[in-house]
């Protein structure tokens, strides 16, 4: 597995823990762009209902990191 292959497979991971990690790893222009993906993910239509669910889960890990 590639190195962006793992990313976005601990992004989607559904698992908060590595979820945070993954993207705590990242300069912020790669979150900025992580997130803007997830948020598509979540969004736009034509992503597979268990696409938008793991996009949903990473977006409520990484807003519930913020709101700690």
Do not use: F
């Amino acid at each position: 597995m590639n190195p962006l292959e793992l990313l976005w497979d601990q992004l989607l991971s559904r698992q908060p823990e590595l979820v945070r990690k993954a993207y705590s790893e990242l300069a912020l222009p790669e979150q900025q762009a992580v997130r803007l993906h997830l948020e598509r993910m979540l969004n736009e239509p034509g992503w597979h209902p268990e696409q938008r669910l793991s996009a949903r889960v990473a977006i409520q890990a990484l807003t519930d990191s913020e709101d700690a």
